[in-house]
Nanobody, 117 residues
Framework: VQLQASGGGLVQTGGSLKLTCAATGNIFSIDGVAWFRQAPGQQRTAVANMDESRRTTYADSVKGRFIISRDLAKNTVYLQMDNLKPEDTAVYYC????????????WGQGTQVTVSS
């Protein structure tokens, strides 16, 4: 499975961006998808997750502002980000995983999101 992330950019506080992650390869093996982010000098942390049952979870810092979605027909995962804040500035990574027959994790390259104050 290969993941290609796009959609990052520079936006003002309160603005919106929509990140896209296109998957190719053995996409039928994918169970769950997620978005992570990593700010300079900080660890990579999970922002939003959608499991194999399409249940979603979000980091407290983005609840009510970010929405993760998945279009199976297009093999694409999205992250809609609204009401962006300067603290959302980071490199965002898409992530996918499969659990059978064993756990496998896949990462896309990062896309930079910068929110100006």
């Amino acid at each position: 499975v290969q993941l290609q992330a796009s959609g990052g950019g520079l936006v003002q506080t309160g603005g919106s961006l929509k990140l896209t992650c296109a998957a190719t390869g053995n996409i039928f093996s994918i169970d769950g998808v997620a978005w992570f982010r990593q700010a300079p000098g900080q660890q990579r942390t999970a922002v939003a997750n959608m499991d194999e049952s399409r249940r979603t979870t979000y980091a407290d810092s983005v609840k009510g502002r970010f929405i993760i979605s998945r279009d199976l027909a297009k093999n694409t995962v999205y992250l809609q980000m609204d009401n962006l804040k300067p603290e959302d500035t980071a490199v965002y990574y898409c992530h996918a995983y499969s659990v059978y027959p064993r756990r496998n994790d896949y990462w896309g390259q990062g896309t930079q999101v910068t929110v100006s104050s």
